[in-house]
């Protein structure tokens, strides 16, 4: 199982940018998919979840300004990034709990190789 994340980039203060992770490989199903980021010199932090059902949460940060969705027949998580923000500037990373078909109840967490998105003022 791989996720493979893209969309990050350099965007100025009050810009937008949409980040998209796809899961691909032994998949038999997917919980919770997600996005988290560790800024510069910080340790890695929650930005938005959301559930197979479809139930979001999101970093007190971010609320109203990030939205998260997800595609469970294409098996991919976006986050749509408004009003962007310098302090949002970080490496963002995928995340999913995913089941194979060998095991099918047993969800293990896979991590995208993470996408830098810089915010400049």
């Known amino acids: 199982v791989q996720l493979q994340a893209s969309g990050g980039g350099l965007v100025q203060a009050g810009g937008s940018l949409r980040l998209s992770c796809a899961a691909s490989g032994s998949i038999f199903s997917i919980n919770d998919m997600g996005w988290y980021r560790q800024p510069p010199g910080k340790q890695r932090e929650l930005v938005a979840r959301?559930?197979?059902?479809?139930?979001?949460n999101y970093a007190d940060s971010v609320k109203d300004r990030f939205t998260i969705s997800r595609d469970n027949a294409k098996n991919t998580v976006s986050l749509q990034m408004n009003s962007l923000k310098p302090e949002d500037t970080a490496v963002y990373y995928c995340?999913?709990?995913?089941?194979?078909?060998?095991?099918?109840?047993?969800?293990?967490?896979?991590w995208g190789q993470g996408t830098q998105v810089t915010v400049s003022s």
């Open positions: 995340n999913a709990l995913i089941a194979s078909p060998r095991s099918p109840y047993n969800h293990r967490s896979y």
């Open positions: 959301v559930t197979g059902g479809g139930n979001t």
